[in-house]
């Protein structure tokens, strides 16, 4: 690419801004101005990015005219109250948090080739799926060749950091308290976590679903275009640092192909296979990687038309920040 452009960084100071700014000098990204931006508290802090240091800055003082893009990856609050005077200065926005409409943000998932880039009118903005999301959407990609499920069923097993460093740095305490016989006080979520998986991940609604798996749903039926499509999700906090574990079941209207399968999963871009008698883990696979791991790849224990696997994928690198990044080298060739 041989256009720069001038970008903005909102949430610079979290793990997944940190990344962001790391992916965007390993991938020599074409950047002119940098400006990192993040709440009044964390302002002052400075980051690495191509041999110099940049001081974080208030993003509440920033104007976004000086700014063609602009990352959100701090929370939902901070988008909603953002957003409009992004779009109102001119400047295109790739969020993060979940935090807009998907009638308003499509999501853009590059591995989906031809059909990722969505018709968009500048100053436009985009949806980065949530890393769930992302995972589960480039294996069924990589599947649509052979088989369109009906109905998917999704148990996200994710990490403490889904939560931020806040989440990150209550698991750390709460297992040092545990470890040295000291009572335990919780703080950024409202039981232990440590040594225990949590069921709920945010409040849920009047008939028992949070947020997260509603949105989850509702990216996956976007990503995979069959709006028609049963999403079932269930989202629970586990006491694993980064990186996400989820069990996936597709139910199809004809036989699951095993050998099939394989061969598709074996040969998609972004996607690693492990072999066969062995899974992939988080922690031992995926983290710090740019892959989706696979295995576990078998038909349901009774029927023979719904195809069960298992999917390993670093949330914070590949869920969130590459995604992002990847999704602004193809929206810039069409919108910048």
Known sequence: MSKTINIALVGATGHVGEALVELLEERDFPVKDLHLLA?????????????RQLRVRSLEAFDFTQVQLAFFAAGVEVTRAFHEAVRA???????????????L??????????????????????????????????VLAALKPLLQPRQVQLNAMLSIS??????????????AELLNARPLETQAV?????????????????????????????????????????VGATCALVPVFFGDSLALAMQ??????????????????????VEAG?????????????????????RGVSDPRQLNLW?????????AALNAVQIAELLIKHYL
Do not use: M
């Open 39 to 51: 709440s009044s508290e964390s302002a002052g802090q400075s980051l690495s990015f191509r041999g």
């Open 89 to 103: 200065a001119g400047c295109s926005l790739i969020d993060l948090s979940a935090a807009l409409p998907l009638e």
């Open 105 to 138: 943000a499509p999501c853009v998932l590059p591995e989906l080739g031809e059909g990722a880039t969505p018709d968009l009118t500048a100053p436009w903005q985009v949806s980065v799926p949530t890393p769930s999301a992302t995972a589960c959407a480039v």
């Open 162 to 175: 889904t939560l931020g460093r806040s989440g990150v740095q209550e698991l750390a305490r709460q297992t």
């Open 190 to 230: 409202d039981r232990q976590i440590a040594f225990n998986v949590l069921a709920q991940v945010g409040a849920v609604d009047e008939q028992g679903h949070a947020e997260l798996e509603k949105r989850l749903a509702a990216e996956l039926q976007q990503l995979s275009g069959l709006p028609g499509l049963a």
């Open 252 to 273: 199809s209207d004809v036989d699951i192909d095993i050998a099939a399968v394989q061969r598709l999963l074996e040969t998609a871009a972004g996607i690693e296979l």
């Open 278 to 298: 062995d899974y992939p883990t988080a922690v031992g696979d995926a983290v710090g990687q740019d892959l989706v791991y696979v295995g576990r790849v078998r």
């Open 311 to 319: 999917i390993a994928s670093d949330n914070v690198r590949k869920g």
